[in-house]
């Protein structure tokens, strides 16, 4: 592989103005094609496979028209201090506000709170009413939702508290924005510093922009055929920055070395590209493994949003291969910094890469001077910062854990004190009548055996459809949507259906959104450890056959989960415990997001692989060309451990970014991307495994003899390019040089 990589380098090198050529071309043919496009669906969120989804479908058939799908917001009404809701004044304000809303567009009703049972608090002061739309929500009309919004402000100047709950007013995420400047911005700081050069710290922002811009703009092109949202491009933008920056990163570094060994130009791009370029294809397709993984955990939107990400991936590679070297043929000697090429001129020449004992070269002896104490003492540590982790509880946050300044927190704490924390999380439970003798009986069974159940506040008459073969019926917990209590209650109903079937013969479902978010968690934590087994066993064998080594694959996989074990454990003190919350802006802790633990392995393996398969790599070549163990762990942290430490800063500030939003879920991710990354790349790639490789010695690159013939030989480390003869430069590179 090397040596093709290395032809390929050369060839893009010479034929620059033709590689730069084509990839415009197809940026710009790609980007027509995304502007004529038609809009892609909306992707929902869909559970296949679950007890809620399976009522939601069922419920969506009998009750057509009912728009089960759509959106809806809840007016909450609170009369002054002192007052009744009830008394005339205020009810009056409440149904002129409730008939305002009625004849807004995209709305298919609004049900006035004194003539729908249960509506008005027991002591009086709170009133609801339920306003359902026609669209789903994060696709409302500006129009629909100013109406909503201004109905709101008109009860409030009449006198009365009030407040918009439910989704009507929830805002389509966006896929671009400051965060991603920030970045960028962050990304070109820390480059400038790595490199001295304002040339060679721009050009991996160039290209992972062309790149990132390329996977965009094919997802939005085949959004309508294959059903990707825009909400699918979300972590392909994400990711693809990240790696886009990275791999450019590291051949431009590589390319800078192989200047400084006083090679050509397009020799150097040529090497660059056959060896921090064979790294790259194998780092590529780790992350590649990972996203793709995602498609086991039985989530459509998962495995899109994975699928999507992985294209943006393998862009990512194509681009570093080919674009980057077309573009070091611009600029030649330019990547260097300024001083160095003065030097050059004076006749001094270019210093070797790797003669002065950088920082990392330092580090690296330091480690091996005391390996055991330092691998202890890193285990020991991501092991107290992982502990947390065992109290994990997943869920979905719902309105509970916004930020107390949006109304649609201030409606659920309104509707918790006037009618029970069990009142946000209201269970739908779905009776199917169909084939029975008696169907009013039959679901009147059914709801008399669910208010009979402890936890149960109240539940509501059932509701026939047309056909009436279809009930519906609404039991109230006493305990809110997000705790335990709740969570064990559905499962009592569930456990109360076999029994109901077989008295009665209709058939008794449990949905709603409370409902749905446990299923949700249950079924991403009955993914995560099918999902570790193939993400980390095929990236073992992935990483066997780059280090062509037994040990060095497992310590990578064993580091990893250690990692992101210790981020786990960040996450739960923050969000769940409430320590350095304040700090962060969160106000209100609960569960986890359910998605976190298997995002988070997704992210974060494919870049904890990049730095390993970086790192290690350059470590095997120095090893493979003649170096004893100990010495080419320093030569590996004396060529790479500078740009790998860059990455991972470039990462962290990325990450962090989103720490200071205000949606609470993008706040998690932000806090528990960054830390792993930060935990990943300083604590185990560059301290562990340096101790780990100390004390094994040569046998960390052991393998048995019978696995050394059946595992091909794809030369990472470049030993080939020794034996290939440079050809000969031709006139067009002098421009360059």
């Given at each position: 592989m090397a040596t093709f990589l290395y032809r390929l380098g050369r060839w893009a090198f010479v034929r620059r103005r033709l590689v730069a050529l084509l990839w415009v071309a197809v940026l710009a043919v790609c980007g027509v094609l995304a502007a004529k496009a038609p809009a892609a669906p909306d992707d929902g969120f869909a559970m296949p496979g679950t007890e809620a989804q399976k009522a939601f479908d069922l419920m969506n058939e009998r009750f057509p028209g009912g728009h089960a799908d759509g959106a809806s917001a809840r007016l909450v009404f609170v009369a002054p201090s002192g007052q009744k809701i009830t008394a005339q004044p205020n009810q009056q304000t409440v149904e002129k506000t409730v008939a305002e809303i009625a004849h807004a567009e995209q709305v298919t009703g609004a049900v006035d709170p004194f003539k729908m049972q249960g509506a008005v608090s027991k002591d009086g002061t709170t009133a609801y009413a339920t306003v359902s739309y026609s669209a789903k929500a994060g696709e409302l009309s500006k129009g629909a939702t100013?109406?909503?919004?201004?109905?709101?402000?008109?009860?409030?100047?009449?006198?009365?508290?009030?407040?918009?709950?439910?989704?009507?007013?929830?805002?389509?995420?966006?896929?671009?924005?400051?965060?991603?400047?920030?970045?960028?911005?962050?990304?070109?700081?820390?480059?400038?510093?790595?490199?001295?050069?304002?040339?060679?710290?721009?050009?991996?922002?160039?290209?992972?922009?062309?790149?990132?811009?390329?996977?965009?703009?094919?997802?939005a092109a085949l959004g309508s055929t294959l059903g990707l949202s825009s909400t699918t491009g979300t972590l392909a933008m994400m990711l693809g920055l990240a790696v886009g920056i990275d791999y450019a990163v590291f051949i431009v570094s590589r390319y800078r070395a192989e200047l400084s060994e006083g090679r050509t130009p397009q020799?150097?791009?040529?090497?660059?590209?056959?060896?921090?370029?064979?790294?790259?294809?194998?780092?590529?397709?780790?992350?590649?493994?990972?996203?793709?993984?995602?498609?086991?955990?039985?989530?459509?939107?998962?495995?899109?949003?994975?699928?999507?990400?992985?294209?943006?991936?393998?862009?990512?590679?194509?681009?570093?291969?080919?674009?980057?070297?077309?573009?070091?043929?611009?600029?030649?000697?330019?990547?260097?910094?300024?001083?160095?090429?003065?030097?050059?001129?004076?006749?001094?020449?270019?210093?070797?890469?790797?003669?002065?004992?950088?920082?990392?070269?330092?580090?690296?002896?330091?480690?091996?001077?005391?390996?055991?104490?330092?691998?202890?003492?890193?285990?020991?540590?991501?092991?107290?910062?992982?502990?947390?982790?065992?109290?994990?509880?997943?869920?979905?946050?719902?309105?509970?854990?916004?930020?107390?300044?949006?109304?649609?927190?201030?409606?659920?704490?309104?509707?918790?004190?006037?009618?029970?924390?069990?009142?946000?999380g209201p269970?739908?439970?779905?009776?199917?009548?169909?084939?029975?003798?008696?169907?009013?009986?039959?679901?009147?069974?059914?709801?008399?055996?669910?208010?009979?159940?402890?936890?149960?506040?109240?539940?509501?008459?059932?509701?026939?459809?047309?056909?009436?073969?279809?009930?519906?019926?609404?039991?109230?917990?006493?305990?809110?949507?997000?705790?335990?209590?709740?969570?064990?209650?559905?499962?009592?109903?569930?456990?109360?259906?076999?029994?109901?079937?077989?008295?009665?013969?209709?058939?008794?479902?449990?949905?709603?959104?409370?409902?749905?978010?446990?299923?949700?968690?249950?079924?991403?934590?009955?993914?995560?450890?099918?999902?570790?087994?193939?993400?980390?066993?095929?990236?073992?064998?992935?990483?066997?056959?780059?280090?062509?080594?037994?040990?060095?694959?497992?310590?990578?996989?064993?580091?990893?989960?250690?990692?992101?074990?210790?981020?786990?454990?960040?996450?739960?003190?923050?969000?769940?415990?409430?320590?350095?919350?304040?700090?962060?802006?969160?106000?209100?802790?609960?569960?986890?997001?359910?998605?976190?633990?298997?995002?988070?392995i997704g992210v974060v393996f494919g870049l904890a692989m990049d730095y390993e398969v970086f790192l290690v790599t350059r470590i095997r070549e120095a090893f493979v060309h003649g170096e004893q163990p100990g010495e080419a762990i320093v030569t590996g942290f004396r060529h790479n451990a500078r740009v790998v430490t860059a990455a991972a800063f470039i990462m962290i500030s990325v990450f962090a970014g989103f720490i200071g939003m205000s949606e609470p879920m993008i706040k998690m991710m932000g806090l528990g991307l960054a830390a792993a990354v930060a935990f990943d790349a300083f604590v185990v790639r560059m301290t562990i495994v340096p101790a780990v490789l100390a004390l094994l010695d040569r046998r960390a690159w052991w393998l048995p003899r019978w696995l050394d013939r059946l595992i091909p030989d794809v030369d990472v480390e470049g030993s080939k390019l020794h034996t290939v003869a440079p050809e000969p430069a031709p006139v067009r590179e002098s421009v360059t040089a």
């Open positions: 100013d109406a909503l919004q201004q109905a709101a402000q008109h009860g409030r100047d009449a006198g009365l508290k009030v407040e918009i709950g439910g989704n009507a007013l929830m805002a389509k995420p966006e896929t671009g924005g400051s965060s991603e400047a920030i970045g960028m911005a962050l990304s070109a700081v820390v480059l400038m510093i790595t490199f001295g050069s304002l040339v060679a710290a721009g050009l991996p922002l160039l290209t992972a922009v062309i790149g990132v811009g390329l996977g965009m703009s094919l997802i020799e150097a791009a040529g090497r660059a590209v056959g060896t921090a370029g064979s790294a790259v294809v194998f780092a590529g397709l780790t992350v590649v493994i990972a996203l793709a993984g995602l498609s086991v955990v039985g989530i459509p939107i998962l495995a899109k949003m994975g699928m999507a990400a992985a294209g943006t991936v393998v862009i990512a590679v194509l681009v570093a291969l080919t674009l980057v070297p077309a573009l070091l043929g611009f600029l030649g000697r330019k990547v260097l910094p300024r001083k160095v090429r003065k030097a050059e001129k004076a006749g001094g020449g270019a210093q070797p890469a790797g003669a002065k004992e950088n920082g990392g070269a330092r580090w690296a002896r330091f480690v091996l001077r005391r390996p055991l104490a330092v691998l202890v003492l890193g285990v020991i540590g991501l092991g107290v910062l992982a502990a947390p982790a065992l109290d994990l509880r997943l869920g979905l946050p719902g309105d509970e854990a916004k930020p107390t300044s949006t109304t649609q927190r201030r409606a659920y704490d309104l509707l918790s004190e006037g009618f029970g924390p069990g009142f946000n269970l739908t439970v779905l009776v199917d009548v169909k084939g029975t003798g008696d169907p009013k009986a039959a679901a009147g069974e059914v709801a008399k055996t669910v208010s009979g159940l402890p936890g149960v506040v109240t539940v509501t008459p059932p509701m026939f459809n047309k056909a009436g073969d279809t009930a519906l019926l609404n039991a109230i917990p006493a305990t809110g949507p997000a705790e335990a209590a709740t969570k064990d209650l559905v499962h009592t109903i569930r456990g109360h259906a076999a029994g109901l079937k077989a008295s009665t013969g209709a058939t008794v479902l449990v949905s709603g959104t409370t409902a749905m978010n446990i299923d949700v968690s249950q079924k991403l934590t009955d993914a995560l450890l099918p999902y570790l087994a193939v993400v980390v066993g095929l990236a073992v064998l992935l990483l066997l056959v780059v280090f062509r080594s037994v040990l060095v694959p497992l310590k990578a996989a064993l580091g990893f989960l250690l990692s992101v074990a210790a981020a786990l454990g960040a996450v739960v003190a923050v969000f769940q415990w409430g320590w350095l919350a304040d700090l962060i802006g969160v106000e209100q802790t609960g569960p986890v997001m359910s998605m976190m633990p298997i995002f988070m």
